[in-house]
């Protein structure tokens, strides 16, 4: 029985212990820097790596054929180990889960002792913030302890300090604090993280992408927005100028959006953010009133329309079904604003007309006005994602809390004498968040008899 007993309780011991470390490795802020550079990692990866399509029957061979040619030699391994769905996967809500778990920890060992600075009570002594480093120095008192403590105050008022009332178990220990509200700074980081976490979570739920290419003059309904997109034709548009037309239903009139490239537009709380934009020609024929003709495209994936769009590099042949007449429209010379327009009847194979023009230059086709003008398509993510309000504040709370914290450390300065007859002794504790510099110059300065120097060695 003897030897159960002691072995139960030296498997007790070592439990307590391990789990004392868990704890402790758990709260670390370098444990948390750790898993913020991992999170950040996966981000970058799941931005730069294209998801895996949902439907298609090989997504495994279109995942890999799609990644950039640096990665594809390693594709089937990367999509094995569920890099295709990265944000569904281990890789990210494995560290995700382990932030959430050392910001809870963090919380539960800073709040109470980081509430208790806030009070009008000297906090205690006894527990220090696991990040503040404290320093100690003593003297011996002099004759009149009670006037050369309300000295000390004075100078620590001085300094910017305000005091704490006494508390009731230690009336003759004086509590001082400077930038007393910082101490809420790390409490606000570990709240930011814990913000960043849900919002992770509700958007894996709730948001909603789509990616769609807006077509010169075409326009494009968007089922996260309500309304028609439609990117103007402009002659000679370019990146730094995007304007697109939006028009809710009801509407008659079109909002105008300036947009950039890369640069993001929330719109009824979707985000737009327009990735690409790529030049295209534009051809349209006219008829005698103006009106647009409807054209019709001899390339394969092409549709209809009184505009047609190709690109600058290639030919574009197509058909005026309503004057009969066929015509293919070819690049002069590479990189080059001059065409070739050739037209021939619909039904025969005799050139009828061979025209040399330029973009946005007008001509005729068979008698018609036309124009080769040159466009842009543009390439964009929408993004319906409710949980932005909560990235915002968690965003707010991380980065106003380490400003906080590191742009302003508070200090809480502890009197303690021990008066015996005329003298005794008296103790001053330093406690002080950031860096440990200047803080036992500061505290031996404070509590000599003469006055210090004015030189603020904790700043």
Known sequence: ???????????????????????????????????????????????????????????????IANLPPWLQPGGETLFLLGFSRIFQSLWFWLPAALLLLNSLIALADYLPGTWSRLGKTTPPLVWQHPLAHRVEHSIRLPSLPDEFLETLKERLQKKGFSLYQPAA???????????????????AVYLGLIGLIG??????????????????????????????????????????????????????????????????????????????????????????????????????????????????HSDMPFIIPVAALAVQISPAAPSSNVYKVQVRRESGEVLEESITTQTGQAFEIGGFPAMISRQH?????????????????????????????????????????????????????MEKLGRKQGMSQFLEELLTPEMPSEEQATD
């Open 199 to 312: 919002a992770f979570v509700i958007t894996s739920a709730t948001a909603q992408t789509e990616r769609f290419t807006l077509k010169p003059g075409l326009p494009w309904s968007l089922s996260l927005v309500k309304g028609q997109f439609v990117l103007p034709l402009v002659e000679g548009a370019t990146a730094g100028s995007i304007h697109v037309e939006y028009i809710q239903p009801g509407d008659r009139l079109a909002q105008r959006l300036p947009w950039r490239l890369y640069q993001p537009t929330l719109l009824h709380n979707t985000l737009l953010l327009p990735i690409a934009i790529e030049p295209v020609l534009t051809v349209e024929v006219r008829d005698a009133t103006n009106t647009p003709f409807e054209l019709e495209p001899l390339q394969p994936g092409l549709a209809p329309g009184k505009q047609l769009n190709f690109s600058p």
């Open 169 to 187: 178990e230690e009336q003759r220990v004086t509590g001082t604090g400077r930038w007393r509200w910082a101490w809420l700074g790390l409490v």
């Open 377 to 429: 398509n543009l390439t964009v993510v929408a993004r319906h994602d409710p949980a932005w309000p909560l990235y915002l504040a968690a965003a707010i709370l991380i980065l106003g809390g380490a400003g906080l914290t590191w742009g302003r450390p508070p200090l809480v300065v502890w009197l303690v004498p021990e008066v015996k007859g005329m003298g005794g002794q008296l103790y001053g504790v």
């Open 1 to 63: 029985m003897d030897f159960i007993r002691q072995w139960l309780s030296q498997f007790s011991a070592y439990l307590q212990r391990f789990l004392t470390l868990v704890w402790y490795t758990l709260r670390s802020p370098r444990t948390t820097i750790t898993l913020l550079i991992i999170l950040a990692l996966v981000l970058v990866l799941g931005l730069t790596i294209p998801p895996q399509p949902m439907t298609a029957v090989e997504a495994g061979a279109i995942w």
